[in-house]
């Protein structure tokens, strides 16, 4: 489980505001399993996992964050290693993807205006 | 973010990364707000990396300069660059010999000295303990 953050900065400095993530009432999930064996006395290791993360933005717009990462650490020969993570996701600006950005409004955020959670792909 | 690391000798390492951070740029058209209210018209981060990075030439220190290429395509625009030159000493520390908090095993102090294409300069030092 982890901190829900979507990557919003505070509406202000003096007040304190339940944002998007904490507004949904439940932490973020995360899940991740890896496999490793030795190669050239390093470890290999090949990863996958898994992110959720319920988001409430204004006006009752829920939103479900989510991704999918892979990574891996290859050893090439005992001095050269390439090691790597590649992600799509979804409205996970909270964890950097999207230029850190999870939603985007189509005005200024009032009852009639949507709300487009950010697609993103990296690594 | 990939990374290939070559390590020439026991003291001296290279590197060299890619990574790329990429908002679909269909989901920013005719979104042009975030909820902060600055644009969103970046639609893609690519970046590369490549560091030189002097491994140890003591037990306790370690050195690194490293070069970074920054390039971001804005949406139905141009695609400016920044380049950054980072050059950075570090210094090992031990609690078993330093005296600090038994909660920190040790951990590596580093000062930075970043030099942008614009010519802004600055530079900053922290602390990160050992995991």
């Known amino acids: 489980m982890m901190d829900n953050v979507t990557g919003e900065l505070p509406a202000t400095s003096f007040e ?3 944002q998007a993530g904490e507004s949904s009432g439940q932490p973020a999930y995360a899940v991740r399993a890896s496999w490793t064996r030795s190669v050239f006395g390093m470890p ?3 990863g996958a996992a898994g992110y959720y993360s319920r988001q409430n933005w204004v006006f009752n717009n ?3 964050g989510w991704a999918g990462m892979t990574d891996w650490s290859v050893p090439l020969t005992k001095r050269v290693s390439l090691t790597g993570e590649f992600y799509r996701g979804r409205a996970i600006g909270g964890l950097g993807g ?5 939603v985007l ?3 200024d955020p009032n009852p009639y205006a949507q709300l487009q959670p950010v697609n993103s792909v990296g690594g | 973010m990939t990374q290939l690391k070559v390590r020439a000798t026991n003291k001296l390492e290279f590197n060299g990364a890619f990574g790329v951070d990429n908002p679909y740029a269909a989901n920013l058209r005719g979104f042009p707000l975030s909820p902060s209210y600055f644009p969103a018209s970046s639609a893609a981060e690519p970046q590369r990396i490549v560091q030189l990075y002097l491994s140890r030439p003591r037990s306790d220190l370690l050195f690194s300069a490293e070069y970074r290429r920054l390039r971001t395509f804005d949406l139905d625009a141009g695609s400016p660059t920044a380049d950054q030159m980072n050059l950075m000493m570090g210094i ?7 005296s600090l908090p038994p909660m920190v095993r040790g951990g590596v102090v580093m000062c930075q000295f970043h030099r942008s294409a614009g010519g802004h300069a600055y530079g900053s030092c ?3 303990p050992d995991e």
């Open chain 2, 92 to 98: 090992l520390f031990d609690s078993e010999t330093d």
């Open chain 1, 105 to 107: 409004f189509s005005g």
């Open chain 1, 16 to 18: 304190r505001n339940a």
């Open chain 1, 98 to 102: 999207g230029v850190g950005r999870s």
């Open chain 1, 44 to 46: 290999l290791t090949l």
């Open chain 2, 126 to 128: 922290g602390a990160r």
């Open chain 1, 62 to 64: 829920h939103v479900d």
